[in-house]
């Protein structure tokens, strides 16, 4: 069996919004924008005839590890509490690049919600080797937690 995950597609208040902090603060690029009516079927939420919005935005590799924007447009979907702590059901957004403290300061600027600003971090890898990174943890716009890691080599 070959089975790679390409996409997690988050439901968020405003495409726009969204897009613009994921455009800004990681430099991903829009790779799709369209308009769907939903059939009813596929996805556990909404109804049959709703209208969404989807934007699909991609990092440096083409195929893997997009991120998927999905605005219910009619009708809208109330919004959610707004969340200070993880818990089950909740997820992790684990992204790395070469520049944690211009993540940082792009989130800043953005206005996004800081969790925990640039820090040094240091773990084991799966190969047993210890990891060094410097770490910054924030929320997106619609309260996706992020975890973004810059690694360090010895």
Not at 22 to 45: H, K, P, S
Request: aromatic share 10%; proline share 5%; charged share 25%.
């Amino acid at each position: 069996m070959n089975t790679i995950i390409k996409r997690t597609t988050l439901l968020v208040r405003s495409c726009e919004r969204s897009s613009t902090f994921y455009r800004d603060v990681f430099g991903m690029t829009v790779y799709y924008d369209d308009v769907i009516e939903l059939g009813g079927v596929g996805l556990a939420a909404g109804n049959k005839g709703d209208k969404t919005h989807l934007m699909i935005m991609r990092a440096d590799d083409p195929v893997i590890g997009m991120v998927g924007l999905l605005e219910f447009t009619e009708p809208r979907l109330p919004a959610p509490p707004r969340r200070e702590r993880l818990g089950i059901g909740d997820l992790v957004f684990v992204m790395q690049g070469d520049d944690a403290q211009g993540v940082y300061r792009r989130a800043i600027q953005f206005g996004a919600r800081i969790h925990a600003p640039p820090h040094a971090y240091e773990v084991r890898g799966a190969d047993g080797s210890q990891l060094s990174m410097t770490t910054v943890s924030l929320w997106d716009p619609d309260d996706y937690f992020i975890e973004f890691n810059q690694r360090h080599t010895a």
